[in-house]
């Protein structure tokens, strides 16, 4: 027995050191990472039939790409099992169809981050959360999934705070940030059946995001009052920053359940919250955001020497400003506890067109 114990004691040391040794060489997030085996690799490129040598992910200005293999690597070092590597895969590929990562956005001052939601049987399988929590801690699965992006864009991409991470203050999302949908206790189809995927399929959105604003209305379950709140928090002006603004709404089950007891949709979710998400013209002159920069699109005041009229300004409502561009701008989703009238509001990134780009399916095992 004693044997066994001092055995053990070897391999901790042994472990410990190989710990202190990728941390020394800037392979971390700041935490501890798990020291990766060539035996322990294979496991992971065991669970998908994909060459290893494949690139699923390319940065061209930065003249890097992320293999099958780097991604598994990373996806170990997160803290990963093998079974959630199909759901890493799925991440990679849905973060390749948006076009925001490639112009370097994940460099942006503004903090950006991936954020990635999952649909379909495999949340069931791997323990991923959809419910209490959902985006705090204590499930493995979301923990270390969307650590598995980050430890990639640092390891792969080069992508280090103070170097090619140039953001201000950052956002807790850049550790890591990955939900699963509350299919169960959501009123309406699933996130990715709505966009044309079979229910027993599994798919992972992702999205790059920036701020997460909390709404708690636990004071109505009129509909039109929950809109107002959700586009309230949408339209204030210090995140109006860009034309063609977006957002995910993340509801709680109760707030999903309220708008759906009045016989809403989630079109008619999305279009009382545009509806709603409106400034007055005096209220942007106020803060200086009344005209948008011809080269960036971004809100500028009326005397920057790139200020160009909004589209609002050529409309029947000059002294009206949406704050989104379209009713499609909102994504809707379902997940946290159906314990409070809670829901979230969170900044993204390009969510416009009936069809979010940004999402692919979820490979069985070995395949």
Not at 343 to 366: C, K, Q, Y
Request: negative net charge; proline residues 6%.
């Amino acid at each position: 027995m004693s044997t066994v114990i001092g055995d053990l004691f070897a391999d901790a040391t042994q472990i410990r050191e190989a710990m202190e040794y990728y941390a020394k060489q800037e392979w971390t997030d700041g935490l501890p990472v798990v020291p990766v085996t060539e035996s322990y690799l294979a496991e992971f490129l065991g669970m998908t039939g994909r060459d290893p040598d494949e690139a699923i992910f390319a940065v061209p200005h930065l003249n890097r790409e992320c293999t099958v293999r780097l991604a598994a690597i990373n996806a170990a070092m997160a803290g990963c099992l093998p079974e959630y590597f199909p759901v890493v895969l799925a991440a990679w590929d849905a973060i390749a169809k948006e076009p925001y990562p490639k112009r370097g956005i994940w460099q942006s001052t503004t903090g950006t981050a991936p954020l990635l939601i999952v649909n379909g049987p495999v949340r069931g399988r791997i323990g991923l959360n959809s419910k209490g929590n959902v985006f705090g801690s204590g499930f493995r699965a979301n923990a270390t999934i969307g650590r598995a992006i980050r430890l990639t864009a640092i390891n792969v991409f080069d992508l280090h705070p103070h170097q090619l991470d140039q953001a201000t203050q950052g956002t807790l999302a850049k550790y890591s940030a990955c939900i699963a949908e509350n299919e169960e206790e959501s009123p309406w189809a699933p996130l990715h059946v709505e966009y044309g995927f079979a229910a027993e399929e599994s798919t992972v959105t992702a999205l790059v995001v920036r701020s997460c604003l909390h709404i708690e209305a636990r004071h109505t379950r009129v509909p039109e009052q929950l809109a107002l709140d959700f586009a309230n928090t949408i339209k204030r002006t210090g995140a109006l920053i860009h034309e063609t603004s977006s957002a995910l709404v993340v509801l709680g089950p109760e707030h999903a359940q309220a708008f759906a007891e009045a016989g809403w949709s989630k079109d008619d979710v999305r279009q009382a919250i545009y509806d709603r998400a409106v400034n007055s013209r005096a209220d942007l002159v106020a803060v200086g955001k009344e005209a948008i920069s011809r080269h960036t699109r971004w809100r500028v005041p009326g005397d920057h020497p790139d200020a160009i009229p909004d589209q609002a300004s050529q409309g029947d409502t000059l002294d009206l400003v949406p704050a989104l561009i379209s009713p499609s701008a909102i994504l809707l989703a379902v997940a946290g506890a159906n314990n409070a009238g809670v829901s979230t509001v969170i900044e993204t990134f390009g969510v416009r067109g009936d069809t979010p780009s940004s999402i692919a399916r979820v490979a069985e095992p070995g395949r």
